[in-house]
DNA sequence: CGGTTGTCTCGACGTCCATCGAATCAGACG
DNA sequence: CGTCTGATTCGATGGACGTCGAGACAACCG
């Protein structure tokens, strides 16, 4: 089995949770919480954050790890490991081609939780 | 409360960073990653993410810490725990009155992560 | 085919974290 | 004043996490 790179994000993609309930409008459930809590907690590392920033703002959509790497002042080993925290945490997908790996990024968990965190405007124009 | 000509600096954690570009703009900077990323951190626990929303929703904007305990299948000290880390984190605010301790959400940094995570969404809204 | 480069896995090590029980602090109230 | 209740702190423990070096795997190229 020395094949990877989609590791099977069960929980991204099975959507049937309440969807987007922001934080501050109703409590979350105990399930949507099991559920969005390992993706906050993979983007709660600087150098996850950073990486996940790298990825889904690059031009093509998609970045090389090779790009990624010497960005960051670690060994190759450590941004692998990162990379695939991100990957099994459902955010971002990962390719072969050739010789090198790309990273891009999937929005719809990042979406969710987006929304989860939205706070309504400060009632300047609201109400 | 007019907010007028407030000479002193009115936020004392979340300093002076570059705001609230979204992660998938523009590649986040290594300070507002290690600024923010403690935040999410706190927030990618399933306990705590639930704490955060119950206090956040809450009726009059705090809710008493005994009112928090129960609901969850852990003792105090765990959940006394959990409610200092929201804190450290400058997501929530504490305040005891007389016997009972009430925290109450802090918006600010909230709004910080939800425009990090915003998406555009996937079609046009931009020329 | 052997060498080179890019990426990942494996094993290890030190640190951080979630949880608990016991003890402590802060008020309220008789 | 003594005691009760609510909340926090302290100390301990088992597990998870970030990091690295060494090795393995994949693909390209002489």
Known sequence: MSKQATPAP???LTADVP???PLTQRRVPAETAAVLAPALKALGDPVRLQLMSMIASAE???VCVCD???AFDLT?????H???TLREA???DAERRGTWVYYRARPALLRRLAALLTVEPPADLRT
């Open 10 to 12: 069960l929980v991204a």
């Open 19 to 21: 969807c987007c309930a």
């Open 60 to 62: 093509g959509g998609e």
């Open 68 to 70: 990624l790497t010497p």
């Open 76 to 80: 190759g080993p450590t941004i692998s």
């Open 82 to 84: 990162h990379l695939r």
């Open 90 to 92: 459902g955010l971002v």
